[in-house]
């Protein structure tokens, strides 16, 4: 739907009187009347990478949810102040690992004998607390993009991984990239004790996964796929990592936002693509792509925005730069220093894998 052209001309006009002191990351999900307004925009990874190149920016408005403010916040400077439009926007699959649950998951690591052998990669999907628990215990973190490089790193440093919080970008990848078989990943439910694991199950798992999932990429099934084959001869499917296991291994290409961007441009013209991911996104990319005559459609049948990257609109946007323009700090996101040490350590990790 179109933008309100009043809110478009507010928001262009504090942007404008902000200049240089304010710099707009938006994440590839973000409305496209939000998108508009961003200096960059990115997968989870360009996005942290990009917020940590810009010193000079006195305030990081950051069009995404939580978790990216978070980890915007521990790599940028002291001085530069990160702010989410709405304190809202979270991520339902972070929220599915606490610091006491995973407290806990280690506690259990440890009686079963196996803890020195494991070494935590946590997607960047996850709460600082996550990732400072990931740091202190000699893990990395990763993102969709540069999860089989972690994979590998990690594997160089210890005999088992605990990834989390997504069972489906850890099956994934230890599937389709390290060659492992779905027996050699178990299943570590939070909510049950020991995990619902044997200490047997742990000794001999090589990853432990775990029970997180997205709920956006969880509703695309192998059915999905199966109708949209049907329904176009020669499609080609694309999706994310977040997807299911049995999507990911019946789809033709498997990667991140950026990845999926950057495949499509690549794409010859004439081609046909269903895309496994949010919404926006997709929507978005047939229109870009439609005069270059590539159709693209969404995997599914059903509407499947993220909700929380949705919070992000422009009446959020605008009352955050109006407020930083009158020189007002609102919805700042800033982490305690004693987690962002560790955290810091962890996401340094992944900023140096190879
Ligand atoms: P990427 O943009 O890194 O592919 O991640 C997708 C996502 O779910 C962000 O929340
Ligand atoms: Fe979280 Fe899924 Fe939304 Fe990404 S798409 S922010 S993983 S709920």
Same mark, same amino acid.
């Given at each position: ?20 002191? !304010?710099?707009?990351? $938006? ?14 925009? *990115? ?17 990081? !408005? ?22 989410? +439009? ?26 079963? *004998? ?10 960047m999907n996850s709460s600082a ?8 215990? %000699? $893990? ?29 970008? %850890? ?40 029970? *997180? ?14 109708? !949209?084959?049907?329904?176009? +001869? *020669? ?11 049995? !999507? ?6 498997? $990667? ?19 895309? %496994? ?9 047939a229109n870009r792509f439609a ?23 422009? +009446? ?10 009158? $020189? ?27």
């Amino acid at each position: 739907s179109p933008s309100d052209p009043d809110l478009v001309e507010r928001a262009r006009a504090a942007k404008e009187k902000l200049g240089d002191k !304010v710099f707009v990351l $938006g994440h590839h999900y973000q409305r496209d009347e939000v998108i508009q307004f961003a200096d960059v925009t *990115g997968d989870s990874f360009k996005l942290a990478k990009d917020a940590a190149a810009k010193p000079e920016a006195e305030y990081i !408005v950051f069009c995404g949810v939580h978790f990216m403010a978070e980890s915007a916040d521990i790599l940028t400077t002291d001085d530069q102040k990160v702010v989410l +439009p709405d304190l809202a926007a979270g991520c339902s699959m972070a929220d599915m690992a606490t610091a006491e649950q995973v407290a806990e998951c280690w506690d259990v690591l440890t009686e079963a *004998g196996i803890a020195e052998q494991v070494v935590p990669v946590s997607y960047m999907n996850s709460s600082a607390d996550i990732k400072a628990f990931t740091g202190k215990h %000699g $893990g990395t973190i990763c993102t969709s993009s540069n999860a089989k490089r972690a994979l590998e790193w990690a594997y160089e440093q210890g005999e088992k991984v605990l990834f989390l919080p997504d069972q489906h970008l %850890g099956r994934n990848t230890a599937v389709r990239d390290m060659g492992f078989s779905l027996d050699d990943c178990v299943l570590y439910n939070p909510h049950k004790p020991n995990g619902g694991l044997t200490v047997e199950q742990l000794r001999d798992a090589k990853m432990i996964l775990w029970r *997180g999932h997205c709920s956006v990429h969880g509703r695309f099934s192998l059915e999905s796929v199966e109708d !949209v084959r049907a329904r176009i +001869p *020669g499609v080609n499917v694309l999706v994310h990592p977040e997807c299911k296991h049995e !999507v990911v291994a019946a789809a033709d290409y498997v $990667g991140s936002t950026e990845h999926i961007i950057q495949t499509l441009q690549a794409a010859p013209a004439g081609s046909k693509w269903a895309i %496994g991911t949010e919404l926006n996104l997709v929507r978005r990319l047939a229109n870009r792509f439609a005069a270059d005559d590539k159709e693209i459609v969404f995997l599914d049948k059903t509407v499947c925005f993220c909700s929380t990257m949705n919070r992000i609109d422009l +009446p959020h946007l605008v009352w955050a730069l109006e407020s930083l323009a009158e $020189g007002k700090l609102v919805n700042q996101i800033e982490v305690d220093r004693e987690t962002e040490q560790f955290a810091k350590l962890a996401l340094e990790r992944m900023l140096a894998l190879p």
